[in-house]
């Protein structure tokens, strides 16, 4: 079977776990933290995601319509190279929404994740995390790349949500894990780990056993864009995930990373009818507004990417971020 457009069939180890895929990666095919099986449904269009979205919270019980690919059919060559390096048929978990990377029946928002993980519905994204992942950086050429949506990371539980912009595209969309090895991960989880809200101090490949337990983060765009700049079209599709991920968690507190972020948040807010997001308010850097959700109080908190521009520009110093992350992770205590 031909191998999908932008795909790269040679099978490469992961940097931790040794165990060998090829790029994009199998859903299912046992990458740390993959939220998906292989018969997770891909969405194509804006519809299947809000299809996918009351699937994932029980709102619809199977999909009504058919433009629904099963991801099996698109991965099959992938299947037979896998099974063919481990020598026998290979372990492809089978769930999407009945096998999770987590122990016991998979919550709502476990299945937004496999859902995101195998989207395909902005097609120019598709093309480019997999051309990203089919070139790779010199410095990976030794590597697979998931190539795939990034799904969001972190503790649902803390209520409290990191947004930045997209996945980078030698740094999430080759690890699969939230701004995870590039440099602004490095800046953003040194901080957590100084605040204690996640549990290493760095973030380099997925498997390495990093838990974030303060904060959940969410890119509102799950996909890698070509100059970091996804369409507006393209962030108004990734946009419904993103609306469905704050009403699972109905945060108390949200960090915004940038002015990207910041739009984000308030344009989910408006979506949400919380009030105070009109006007708009101003993005400043640790400085915080509260707006009202339907479930109470929400602390929006700026803050400047730690993108390599403005780190190096020292636009953001290691004290400007610690501050806001202090700020945040104080906000609207319980
Ligand atoms: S950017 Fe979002 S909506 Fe578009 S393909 Fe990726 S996950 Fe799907």
Redesign the pocket.
């Known amino acids: 079977m031909k191998p999908p457009e932008g795909a790269d069939s040679r099978l490469l180890p992961h940097p931790v776990t040794g165990q060998k895929f090829p790029t994009p990666v199998p859903p299912g095919s046992g990458w740390p933290g993959d939220p998906a099986g292989s018969d997770t449904p891909v969405?194509r269009s804006r519809e299947d995601?809000l299809r996918a979205a009351k699937l994932a919270t029980g709102e619809l019980v199977e999909w009504i319509q058919e433009p629904v690919e099963r991801v099996e059919d698109s991965v099959e060559w992938a299947r037979e190279s896998v099974g063919k390096a481990h020598g026998g048929t290979p372990s492809i978990g089978h769930a999407g929404h009945s096998r999770s990377s987590e122990e016991g029946l998979p919550t709502p928002l476990q299945k937004l994740q496999a859902f995101?993980s195998v989207?395909?519905?902005?097609p120019r994204?598709?093309g480019w995390r997999r051309q990203l992942g089919e070139e790779k950086r010199a410095a990976y050429s030794d590597q697979p790349y998931w190539s795939r949506?990034v799904p969001s990371f972190g503790n649902p539980e803390a209520r409290r949500v990191i947004v930045g912009l997209a996945p980078s595209g030698h740094g999430s969309n080759r690890t699969g894990r939230n701004f995870t090895g590039d440099p602004s991960g490095r800046w953003l989880y040194r901080a957590l780990f100084k605040a204690g809200a996640c549990t290493r101090e760095t973030s380099e490949a997925a498997g390495d056993g990093m838990e974030v337990t303060g904060a959940r983060i969410i890119p509102p765009?799950?996909?890698a864009p070509p100059q970091n700049k996804?369409t507006p079209t393209?962030m108004e599709?990734?946009r419904q995930?993103f609306v469905r991920e704050m009403q699972l968690i109905q945060p108390i507190a949200i960090l915004a990373l940038g002015q990207i972020g910041w739009n984000s948040v308030f344009q989910v807010g408006a979506a949400l009818g919380w009030k105070g997001v009109r006007p708009r308010p101003k993005f400043g850097h640790n400085s915080s507004v509260r707006v009202m959700a339907d479930w109470g109080e929400v602390a929006v908190i700026g803050c400047y990417h730690p993108s390599q521009r403005n780190t190096s520009t020292k636009l953001l110093t290691e004290e400007k971020l610690d501050a806001a992350i202090a700020t945040f992770l104080g906000a609207g205590d319980r």
């Open positions: 969405c995601i995101i989207c395909e519905a902005c994204l598709v949506p765009v799950h996909c996804p393209e599709t990734c995930w």
